[in-house]
């Protein structure tokens, strides 16, 4: 059983766009923390992006200004929107869900740095993004 289906990655060339898509069951999509991340060949898992139950997003300062998350419920789809994309951006990008959270002065925050594989409890297999100069 495959809970979360990524969709959308590709080889751009430097400053295009590319929308990521991340299918899940409905009852995945009610969980409160939804992220995408990010991993290149012989580096660490990187963060890209989480929204929150109230739709609040949190992005890593190196996609800010550039990337978009979002979360349709009625299509059960994670959604990321990149653009203006850089050689740096290459990587497998994974969509998680049912994560954990902090609370940091009264307000939830979804984990989304030097994240552990159990701290969301779902993970997709991942899509291929490569971006060339």
């Known amino acids: 059983q495959v809970d979360l289906v990524e969709s959308g990655g590709g080889s751009v060339q430097t400053g295009d766009s590319l929308t990521l898509s991340c299918q899940a069951s409905e009852s995945i999509m009610s969980t409160y923390c939804m992220a995408w991340f990010r991993q290149a060949p012989g580096k660490e898992r990187e963060g890209v992006a989480s929204?929150?139950?109230?739709?609040?997003?949190v992005y890593s300062n190196s996609v800010k200004r550039r990337f978009s998350i979002s979360k349709d419920s009625a299509k059960n789809t994670l959604t990321l929107v990149m653009r203006n994309l850089r050689p740096e951006d290459t990587a497998m990008y994974y969509c998680a869900a049912d994560g954990r959270y902090r609370v940091v002065l009264g307000v939830k925050a979804c984990l989304l740095q030097e994240v552990e594989d159990s701290d969301y409890k779902y993970w997709g297999q991942g899509t291929q993004v490569t971006v060339s100069s």
């Open positions: 929204i929150d139950g109230d739709g609040d997003p």
